[in-house]
């Protein structure tokens, strides 16, 4: 790796922030970042860095101080803000105890910080306040954790690092790693950096530079001392492309996702639905296909701070186990195993309770298709894809080195995924209605469309966003992204085409795993007199109101049957289906038609625990600033066939309702999150949202 540091880059951290937090903190935050930019040092949150300088309190005197990382800080965005200030002598001054708990431990660091606003330090805070060095960077670098954990590591670490370098044995994260690492420095104090086994990198130094400049000298080291020893052992090549292995995981991944879905005793949520980002690279695929494969990569992670993220292990699935029952075997093994693991390691002590944890692997791993990297949000899937990234780079670099992989006990495992403040780091929270749920709204960017899309992201859905291509589709997706980031994908769909249909289901399943509960909006409207129809403008909305409705039906009936863990649909019908009106034939025949689909589909797709319900609007004007392309569509004519204005066809609308209300593209929203979060035992059943209009009550 290169040195980033920069003298312009930290002057200007030191005009930015000094002025309110010192040149120290100032130029902590810069080294900080330019630690957590390099992906080969630090992951999510992996890693910590200190300074030790002054505080100034509330008297104005100055006291020594420690600031250390937060947890829930990335070293990558890290501020001065992320760094909380501890009272540093006192926390020197417990070197002294023999042993001190976990719990007293936090403890004691929360009730030390010099401000009671800032977040819960690092677990490593004790590590900081005891190694005397002002600036310190503690990383979990890729380099290193290659030569720490094989066989014979620490005869590799010192051979590649020199004499310099302190190696010291796996020791839990917490007092007695900080102890260790605090006496191991006082025998040698000349030494200009520590590499703990299995978990990571520490340096240090006088300053921000010089402390980074050691992290970067060692891991350059050890970069060196791994390629030489890679002469002569190219990395192999993969028997299937990224391409053929992307369409074999489309195919399994609604089978995997139903097979890790977990039952629950809740009648109208049976399953609890799990998100998958598969992980398929020309590399990865290849480490898959050695023949060691499953012994090298079948170990546990690569620092024990992963654990809360992909478990001790991961799930192996032979290749040809492709069918729901060899699937559902080998994720039931899983299980088993897991709790068996659990039952051992807690050593006859309390396991931990149930329902604190869960038995379903984080990763899989399939020769010739994939990793497959699992979480109960796209956030959290996405982060074990991360180390999946890593941990599997690493291995495969150990296995090219021939070295034979070394992790921790598996009591040191279940000590650190079952420790306190590494359980901290998952959060607890009320998950949202909707968290496990993957949706696709068709017709989305419209008014309707738009607004349904905006609730079922607020109930916590990962939503496909689906329309025609073009500007209404990338500027609702655009706007969409800057608030619910990553659970929002564009799939550009023509619904009257089966093929475009099956292309965007297999986008959906791609992306996240699965589909859960599809809302069929999309449809078009035209005004015309039966005298006067032209059969063409007829068949144009049968295509879209009926054949695409079918299309999506049938498509999605053959998904859930695959995925086996039920399903949704919610139709958005209309008043016109009960009360249909003048000059609107080919709107009121073709969307009674889909709304006939869709009564049979709930009937025909009950057996499978799909429930198929109808939405019935009035006219929706506009959401927000977006009007409804329905009513663009057929406004003019309706205005004409009635005689009014625009604002007088709204008002006419409205007052033509029992309640006397506008009704808006919410209020529809919030009709499909009723039937989407399984409020009442209904299928087949039409919802009107229309204020109230007798001639249209469903009977
Ligand atoms: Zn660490």
């Known amino acids: 790796m290169k040195n980033g540091w920069s003298d312009t880059d930290a002057a200007h951290f030191v005009t930015q922030y000094a002025p309110q937090w010192g040149t120290d903190l100032a130029l902590r935050t810069y080294s900080s970042r330019l630690l957590g930019a390099e992906k080969e040092l630090v992951l999510h949150g992996g890693g910590n860095t200190s300074v030790k300088t002054t505080w100034v309190n509330i008297l104005g005197e100055k006291q020594p101080a420690l600031f250390v990382k937060s947890s829930g800080w990335n070293l990558a965005t890290i501020t001065p803000e992320g760094h909380a200030p501890l009272a540093l002598p006192f926390l020197q001054r417990l070197q002294s105890l023999p042993e001190l708990n976990d719990a007293d431990m936090v403890r ?35 380099a290193i954790l290659t030569l720490s954990n094989q066989v014979g590591g620490a005869q590799l670490l010192a051979e590649a690092l020199g004499e310099e370098v302190i190696i010291l044995p796996y020791i839990h994260p917490g007092f007695a790693l900080a102890k260790a690492v605090a006496q191991a420095f006082a025998q040698a104090p000349a030494s200009r950096g520590m590499v703990l086994m299995h978990h990571g990198l520490l340096t240090w130094g006088e300053t921000a530079e010089a402390a980074y400049a050691a992290t970067v000298s060692l891991v350059n080291r050890a970069e060196a001392f791994i390629a030489q020893r890679l002469v002569g052992s190219p990395p192999s090549v993969a028997r299937v492309t990224v391409a053929e292995a992307m369409e074999r995981y489309a195919a399994i991944a609604p089978l995997l996702r139903g097979a890790l879905a977990v039952r629950t005793t809740d009648p109208d949520h049976p399953w609890q639905r799990f998100i998958l980002r598969p992980l398929i690279t020309p590399d990865v695929l290849a480490l898959l296909d050695r023949a060691d494969s499953r012994a090298l990569l079948c170990t546990p992670p690569l620092t024990t701070d992963h654990l809360i993220r992909i478990k001790p292990l991961p799930l192996w699935l032979e290749e040809g186990a492709t ?8 994720v039931e093994g899983y299980r088993q195993d897991y709790l068996a693991y659990l039952e051992q390691a807690s050593g006859g002590g309390e396991p931990p309770a149930a329902g604190w944890f869960d038995a379903s692997p984080r990763l899989l791993l399939m020769p010739g298709v994939g990793v497959v990297c699992v979480g109960h949000t796209a956030a959290e899937a996405e982060m074990a894809r991360d180390l999946a990234v890593q941990t599997l780079a690493v291995k495969g670099t150990m296995a090219r080195m021939g070295g034979r992989y070394a992790g921790v006990t598996t009591q040191e495992q279940f000590a650190m995924e079952y420790y306190g403040p590494q359980r901290a780091k998952l959060g607890a929270g009320v998950p949202l209605p909707l968290g496990d749920c993957i949706a696709l709204v068709t017709g989305a960017a419209g008014a309707i469309g738009s607004g ?12 496909a966003v689906s329309d025609l291509p073009g500007a209404g589709l990338d500027a609702l997706v655009a706007e969409l992204r800057a608030t619910y980031g990553e659970r929002v994908v ?7 085409a089966a093929q475009s249909v099956a292309a965007g289901l297999r986008q959906v399943v791609q992306t996240w795993g699965g589909l859960d509960l599809l809302v069929l909006n999309a449809g078009l409207a035209h005004v015309s007199s039966l005298e006067e129809m032209q059969v063409e403008a007829f068949q144009r909305l049968h295509r879209v109101n009926v054949e695409g409705t079918l299309h999506l039906l049938s498509a999605l009936a053959r998904h859930f049957r695959v995925q086996a863990t039920g399903g949704d649909v919610v139709l958005i019908s209309t008043k016109n289906v009960f009360a249909p009106g003048a000059q609107f034939g080919a709107y009121s025949a073709t969307k009674a038609a889909a709304h006939q689909l869709a009564r049979i589909a709930a009937l025909e797709l009950a057996p499978l625990g799909v429930r198929v319900n109808m939405v019935a609007p009035d006219g929706v004007f506009s959401e927000g600033a977006r009007p409804s392309g329905l009513w663009a569509a057929v406004g003019p004519d309706r205005m004409k066939a009635r005689g009014l204005d625009a604002a007088g066809l709204e008002a006419y609308y409205q007052n033509r309702n029992l309640l006397k209300a506008r009704i808006t593209a919410t209020h529809v929203a919030r009709a499909v999150v009723f039937f989407a979060t399984r409020q009442t035992p209904s299928t087949g059943v039409t919802l009107p949202v229309d204020g109230g209009l007798p001639e249209a009550t469903p009977r």
Do not use: W, Y
């Not at 330090?121 to 060095?133: R, T, V, W």
């Open 108 to 142: 004691v660091v929360r009730a030390n910080r010099l401000d009671p606003d800032a977040a819960t330090p690092s677990i490593e805070a004790l590590l900081h306040a005891f190694l005397p060095a002002k600036f310190i960077d503690h990383t979990h670098a890729d």
């Open 323 to 330: 069918t729901a029952a060899q699937i559902h075997a080998a």
């Open 452 to 463: 349904i899309c905006r609730e079922l992201l607020r109930q916590g859905c990962h939503l």
């Open 490 to 496: 564009p799939v550009a769909m023509d619904v009257t």
